[in-house]
């Protein structure tokens, strides 16, 4: 009987393969953390939405009652604006923070409900404008919270992803190197 012989863990393919690897963790791990993110924004948006929604609803029930009154309360003070514009772009009502200001843009055309974000005092805001017979209601609020809490996962991940990649490469490298060896006999078959 012959000896057998075992193949070496030549580094070539040790190094293919860590990169190899690697490169999937690193492929896989920024389409998680770039639909991580698409993902978060999309629902603290619907949550404003929500929010925008519910104000609006109030503003209209007031108004369909006739009790609307001229400075329009806030549900949070100072950051919420609101506005009741007439067809002819007279404002009937606004909330204080928005006294003595022009009238928002309503919606075009046949267009009944429309979300949008518009800068109103240097601050953006995510503004709801809904038509109710001849009048549009705008509500809005700002939008910085949406945008400081994508800032900071966008950040926690472009230190993360990086890190994590390199840790599961080095013990990629680790693991492949400490593979056992395939013992073969002369003939080349795998014993």
Request: proline letters at 5%; charged letters at 25%; a negative charge.
């Amino acid at each position: 009987m012959e000896p057998l012989k075992t193949s070496d863990n030549r580094p070539g393919s040790r190094l293919r393969l860590t990169a190899l690897a690697t490169l999937v963790v690193a492929v896989v791990m920024l389409c998680a953390g770039l639909a991580l993110v698409a993902i978060q924004h999309r629902l603290q948006t619907d949550v404003v939405d929500r929010s925008l929604q519910r104000y609006s609803a109030d503003l209209e029930e007031q108004f369909l009652e006739g009790v609307l009154p001229l400075v329009l309360p806030e549900p949070r003070t100072g950051e919420w604006v609101a506005q009741v514009v007439y067809a002819d772009a007279t404002v009937l009502a606004s909330t204080e923070n928005m006294s003595g200001q022009r009238a928002l843009a309503d919606p075009e055309g046949d267009v009944q409900r429309r979300n949008t974000t518009v800068a109103i005092s240097d601050r953006e805001y995510r503004l709801l404008s809904r038509r109710v017979g001849d009048v549009v209601i705008h509500t809005g609020t700002p939008v910085d919270h949406v945008e400081v809490a994508d800032d900071a996962l966008r950040t926690g991940l472009a230190y993360t992803i990086p890190a994590v990649t390199l840790l599961l490469g080095f013990l990629a490298w680790v693991l492949i190197g400490r593979r056992e060896p395939v013992a073969t006999d002369v003939g080349g078959e795998v014993t």
